[in-house]
C-alpha cells in the first residue's frame, strides 16, 4: 500500500490530474455500458410480454445472458465497408454518436455530492452536446454511399434540428424556473416534495421536453429515420458487426440520457418525493437520493418501450409539422407564462 | 507546464491543422467537417480562457445547427471537384493580395505593439462561483439593451423577409387539415356490407 502511495506520489501532477480524471470517467462509463446492455434485454422483455410472447428465455436462467451474448457475436462478426464508401467516415461516424451520449454524463449530478464535473453552464453544456448527435448519423448515411442511408440521414437530420430547438425553448424554461443553468442548483430550486418538482409549473414543457427527447433519439413512433418499411434500416443499412453495435449503444445511451435528464429538470433529480409530508416524508428519509433518481429514470426509460410498443409510427410531414407548428409555439408561450409568474412571485410555486 | 498549458497548445494545433485542411481538402464535405473541428477546437480555446457562455454558445449554434445545415446542403449538391479547381490558378494572385492584405491588418491591430501582456495585465482568475453568463446577460439586458434588441428585431425582419422570397405557394399540392384527420369517426370510412352466404347474383 505505502509503495503504491509513493508510486502516486512520483506521478507528475498534470499527469496525476488527468488519471484520476480517466478513472472517474470509467467509473461512470463502466456501469453505462451495463445498463445499456440489460436495457436492451428489458425492451425485448417488456414489449414481448405486451404482445403476449415471453421474449429471450434460451441464453443463461430467465434468458439474463442474452445481452452477453448478443455483444460477443456482434464483437467477432465482421465489419463490411461498402464498396466506393467513404471508409475513414464510415468508421468514424459510429463513435461520433456514441461520443456526446456518453461526455453529456461528466456534468449529471447523481446526488448533492456525486458529480464528476460541477460547472456552471451545467444546462448550456447539455444542450451543446446534445446538438452533436446529429453529425454521426449525418455522416454515417453519406458516407456509406447508399441511397437508403443517405435518405435516412437526411430524415433525421431534419428532424433533429426541428427538436432541438423545442427541447432548447422547454430548457429555458427551466432555467426561467430555476434561475440557474447549474445542473444541481436546479435540482435544489425543485425541494419540497412531489409537488414543488417543475413538472407541475412547466407541464407543457415537460410533456413537449419527452416527447421531445423520443424524436431527438429517433426512437419510436418517430423512427422513421431507420423507417424499416420504406427504407430498410436507414443511416445504418451499411453497417455490420462493432461499428453497428456502437451505433446501437449511442442510441440507448440517449435514450437513457434523455431520461435522467427529464427526470432531473422535472421530476427533482435525486430529491425525495415526498418531502415535508407528514407520515411518508419521515418514513422515507432513510432512502438514499441516488435510489430515487434511478426511480425517477426508470420511469421514463419504462415509458420509451411503452411508446415503442404501442405507437405506430408517425407520417414524415406530420412529424414536421408537430415539432415547428405546435411544440415550438406551445413552449414560447410558456416561457413568457413562467417568466411573468417568477418576476411576480405568483402563488403557488413562486412565493418567497 | 501544467495540464491546462498542454491542452492549450494540443487545441491550438487542432485548430490550426483543421483550418488548413478546410482550404485544401479537395472533397467539399470533408471541408466541412473540418471546419466544424476547428470550430469545436477554438470553443475548447475559449473555455480556457474561462469564456465558458461564448464556448458552449460557438459549439451549440456554429457546431450544433449551422454546419448541420451546411454539411446537409453540401451533401445533397453534386459537387464537380474538378470544375472547381481549374481556376486554382488563375484565382491565385487575387487569392494571395487578399490573404496577405488581410495578415498585415491581423498583425497591426493584435501585434505586439497594442496587444500582449505589455500593455494589458493578464486578468485575474476569477473565483469559482463567478458565472460567465450572468455577468454577459446582465451586461446585455441592461447597459446594452437597446443595441441588443434592435439587433434582435433586424434579424427577425431578415428570417420574415428570407421565408418570404423562398415562399412558393404550389396550387397542386395535396394537404389534409390534421384537426380533420384526427376528428375522423369509423363511420367515415367504414361501410358494411352484408352478403348472405350463396347469395344469388342476379342479372339485369
Known sequence: MEFLVGLWNAVPEGLQVLIWTLVKIVAIVAPMMLVVAYYTYAERKIIGYMQVRIGPNRVGPKGWLQPIADAVKLMFKEIVVPSNANRALFLFAPLLVIGPALAAWAVFPFSAELVLADINAGLLYILALSSMGVYGIIIAGWASNSKYGFLGAMRSAAQMVAYEIAMGFALVGVLVAAGTLNLGQIVLAQSGGLLHWFWLPLLPLFLIYFISGVAETNRAPFDVAEGESEIVAGFHIEYSGMAFAVFFLGEYANMILISALTALFFWGGWLNPFEGWPVLGPATAWVPGFVWLCLKTGVFMFLFLWFRATFPRYRYDQIMRLGWKVFIPITIVWILVVAVAVVYRLPPWWVS | ?204
Open chain 2, 1 to 204: 507546464m501544467s495540464f491546462e498549458k498542454v491542452l492549450f497548445y494540443l487545441f491550438a494545433a487542432v485548430l490550426v491543422t483543421a483550418s488548413v485542411m478546410v482550404v485544401t481538402r479537395r472533397n467539399p464535405v470533408h471541408a466541412a467537417l473540418f471546419l466544424v473541428l476547428a470550430f469545436f477546437s477554438s470553443a475548447v480555446i475559449w473555455m480556457l480562457a474561462e469564456a465558458e457562455f461564448l464556448a458552449i454558445t460557438l459549439v451549440l449554434v456554429y457546431v450544433g445547427a449551422v454546419m448541420v445545415l451546411f454539411l446537409f446542403v453540401v451533401m445533397m449538391l453534386d459537387v464537380d471537384v474538378a470544375a472547381l479547381r481549374a481556376g486554382f490558378i488563375r484565382y491565385l494572385p487575387v487569392g494571395v493580395v487578399v490573404a496577405v492584405i488581410m495578415a498585415a491588418e491581423l498583425v497591426l491591430v493584435v501585434g505586439p505593439r497594442h496587444f500582449g501582456l505589455g500593455q494589458y495585465a493578464a486578468p485575474a482568475a476569477k473565483a469559482a462561483d463567478y458565472s460567465n453568463t450572468e455577468t454577459l446577460g446582465a451586461a446585455l439586458y441592461t447597459a446594452y439593451l437597446y443595441p441588443f434588441e434592435i439587433a434582435g428585431a433586424i434579424l427577425l425582419v431578415a428570417i420574415v423577409a428570407a421565408i418570404r422570397l423562398t415562399l412558393r405557394r404550389r396550387p397542386g399540392t395535396r394537404y389534409v387539415d390534421p384537426s380533420q384527420q384526427v376528428h375522423v369517426k369509423r363511420a367515415d370510412r367504414v361501410r358494411l356490407v352484408k352478403l348472405a352466404p350463396e347469395q344469388k347474383l342476379e342479372h339485369k
